[in-house]
């Protein structure tokens, strides 16, 4: 079992900054490759970033890429979404997610984080 806990959520005024954080504990946080998702009310959750476990960014959506920046420290089992420039649509619930490495679903999630940005 893993377990994701985040934190960082907000509100915050458009064109503001917030930093989401995963914790994660149970198993080897590097054997999972790590994915922030995003909820918005009335839409599919949507895959916003992906980065695999030792490190290398494989994935931004095209409405965050110049703007979030996924990382991870391994060191201390965390996976950051840095998220600048945010505008009133990243309004969403923002999950974590675990992937162990060649899995193709997400084997664990996190309880999700509110970010609700201001026009």
């Known amino acids: 079992q893993v377990q994701l806990v985040e934190s960082g959520g907000g509100l915050v005024q458009a064109g503001g900054s917030l930093r989401l954080s995963c914790a994660a504990s149970?198993?080897?946080?590097?054997?999972?490759?790590m994915a922030w998702f995003r909820q918005a009310p009335g839409k599919e959750r949507e895959l916003v970033a992906r980065?695999?476990?030792?490190?290398?960014?494989?994935y931004y959506a095209d409405s965050v890429k110049g703007r979030f920046t996924i990382s991870r420290d391994n060191a201390k089992n965390t996976v950051y979404l840095q998220m600048n420039s945010l505008k009133p649509e990243d309004t969403a619930v923002y999950y974590c997610?675990?992937?162990?490495?060649?899995?193709?679903?997400?084997?664990?999630w996190g309880q999700g984080t509110q970010v609700t940005v201001s026009s």
């Open positions: 980065i695999v476990g030792i490190g290398i960014v494989t």
């Open positions: 997610a675990a992937q162990f490495r060649g899995n193709t679903r997400y084997d664990y």
């Open positions: 149970g198993r080897t946080f590097s054997d999972y490759n």
